[in-house]
């Protein structure tokens, strides 16, 4: 702090909390929505503190899911699926960026430039600009409705690519002669040194990923006509009727609340990493 | 920087990169590839017959008012994200990096939006503003207001922006903070000894050296408005009331996958991926130039 005031630093704190207040202001609204019954909720004004139906409303959106107009399938499904397909992809991609850049930092080989710019240029061709070529590579391959479907044609990162590049730059090139010195191949060089050292990279690219895979959308919306391979994310646009008469609102706000925790959890717990990952990503 | 002790192997480098460039392949060059052949062609209704037809499918387009409308939608719909978005998030980090108490309690309620989804996010909002059972909707209504955006055009846009800032916003704050921290105290310290109040530093220091993480988020957040935001379009309005929130992306799927119009399609992904080019080239120059490895 410069000088002292006061003044100053309560409207500083007031801003602060109108932020927050403003930013969970939704969050709050659907998790009292997710503890009343329908009728409740379809008077208006609907009851602005949480209700006795908690248990209920949660546990039918996990077990059944809606009924009432159209049935999506138990969200507990849903949520299984979300979970495979975040880690398959945060995993996968962590994987095959890791010693794609190993290879690109610790070798001389021909057509070395050539695959790291065919990587690069990926961060230009995101899913939106090239749905329908995609999705009929994938229909071709027979992975429509599958996990393999869902999360391999997300892997391939080049900004985990990059960012295991810049880290691996930095390693004392000490440690590498050492290693060849001792007698040790490029794999266990990789096993016993890199990736140890590669710990903190990782831990920050996995929250990062996680989130990303969690909350995919238009691929999974693409990719899954079958419901039970549908994912929490897309669950809940499945159970929005048009019209709010028939939507069954208790429990796509259960769904909402249970769609986002888990992230929401892995950003809040792993908060350290998680700011890491956002910063080290981007650049 | 390159290293200078390597390992030497034949065939091993070419294994470790084959996952990756395999899936580039298959997954991004080729279907880019197709989308390109796609927008020269023209197909016939039941998917027989394909004709090479040119440049025709942009021409189009060009003359096509709906797609033009929709450009002007995602111009707009985009510099409301990210002007919203930066302006809310560089007060609420200018605000959390002077206090001291309590600010890794302000942080961690702040940041927690960028783990919902898009498509999540715009659900949230879709209930507060449901025209019948939502509560802001009621809200307004008391004060006079006549809420609807499943009529109102501009009301299904404001929806949209809400629900996409909102999210946006947890993102903005990190960059900014860090960007805030970063700035010497002494350069703050020695303003204040020759006078400058609070508000004189932040515009003629704080600002001015706050601008290269500005930049950088504003073209984080066109990006983030032209493509991530499809998941908040799909959940809420679905491009409507009568296309008022169609914005690019949206238009793409819905010709695409709904309409099954593949080569309009295709000329539509086309320029899509022309305009990503352009913005991820704009961003990798700035940031040469202020990265220093």
């Given at each position: 702090m410069i000088e002292r005031r006061p003044g100053l630093t309560v409207f500083a704190h007031a801003v602060l909390i109108a932020g927050i207040l403003v930013v969970a202001f939704p969050l709050y609204v659907t998790f009292v929505a997710s503890t009343h019954t329908l009728d409740e909720i379809l008077k208006?004004?609907?009851?602005l503190l949480p209700g006795d139906q908690l248990w209920e409303n949660y546990s039918t959106a996990l077990s059944t899911g809606t009924t009432r107009g159209v049935t999506t399938g138990p969200v507990g499904r849903m949520m299984l699926n979300s979970l495979v397909v975040a880690l398959a992809i945060a995993f996968g991609k962590i994987a095959i960026s890791i010693i794609a850049s190993f290879a690109i930092v610790f070798f001389r080989f021909p057509l070395r430039n050539f695959f790291f710019w065919m990587i690069f240029v990926?961060?230009?061709?995101?899913v939106e600009v090239r749905i329908i070529p995609t999705f009929k590579v994938v229909a071709d391959l027979g992975m429509i409705n599958s996990y393999v479907g869902l999360t391999l044609p997300l892997i391939a990162s080049a900004t985990a690519t990059f960012l295991f590049r810049q880290f691996f730059l930095t390693v004392p090139e000490e440690l590498a002669e050492a290693a060849r010195i001792d007698g040790a191949g490029p794999m266990r060089f990789f096993w016993d040194v890199v990736l140890p050292l590669s710990k903190t990279s990782i831990a920050a690219l996995f929250v990062i990923q996680f989130i990303y895979g969690w909350n995919q959308y238009l691929w999974p919306l693409l990719i899954t006509t079958d419901e039970s391979m549908a994912t929490a994310v897309i669950g809940i646009k499945r159970q929005i009727?048009?019209?709010?008469?028939?939507?069954e609102w208790h429990l796509v706000m259960a769904t909402a609340v249970l769609a986002l925790l888990p992230p929401a959890l892995v950003v809040v717990l792993m908060q350290r990493w998680f700011v890491k990952g956002l910063v080290e990503t981007e650049k | 920087m390159e290293k200078r002790v390597v390992f030497r192997s034949a065939w091993l480098p070419y294994a470790l990169v084959a996952p990756q460039i395999t899936i580039t392949i298959v997954f991004f060059f080729w279907p880019a590839v197709q989308a390109g052949w796609y927008s020269f062609q023209l197909q016939d209704a039941f998917g027989e017959r394909t004709q090479f037809v040119g440049l025709a499918n942009f021409a189009a387009l060009f003359r096509d008012a709906n797609y033009l409308e929709s450009f002007k939608i995602t111009a707009l719909f985009s510099a409301l994200v990210a002007g919203l978005g930066i302006a809310i998030s560089l007060l609420l980090a200018a605000m959390a990096d002077r206090v001291i108490r309590g600010a890794l309690a302000y942080r961690t309620l702040l940041i927690?939006?960028?783990?919902?989804?898009p498509a999540v996010a715009g659900v949230l909002w879709l209930f507060l503003f449901a025209p019948s059972i939502g509560i802001v909707t009621f809200a307004l209504r008391a004060l006079g207001i006549h809420w609807d955006w499943v009529l109102q055009g501009d009301q299904a846009m404001l929806l949209v922006v809400i629900a996409a800032t909102w999210k946006q916003i947890s993102y903005n704050f990190l960059f900014f903070l860090a960007g805030l921290q970063s700035i010497p105290k002494s350069l703050i310290e020695a303003a204040a000894i020759d006078g400058a109040g609070p508000g004189r530093r932040f515009w003629t220091i704080v600002f001015p050296l706050l601008s290269p993480t500005a930049f950088f988020l504003l073209v984080v957040n066109v990006v983030y408005a032209f493509f991530e935001t499809f998941g908040v379009i799909d959940a809420t309005t679905q491009g409507g009331p009568a296309g008022a929130t169609q914005i690019l992306v949206y238009k793409v799927y819905y010709d695409g996958?709904?309409?099954?119009d593949l080569g309009g399609s295709s000329a539509q992904s086309v320029i899509l991926m022309a305009i990503v080019i352009a913005l991820t080239v704009v961003q990798f120059r700035y940031i040469e130039r202020k990265v220093q490895y």
């Open positions: 208006v004004p609907m009851p990926t961060l230009m061709l995101p009727n048009t019209g709010d008469a028939l939507t | 927690w939006p960028y783990a919902v989804a996958v709904k309409a099954a």
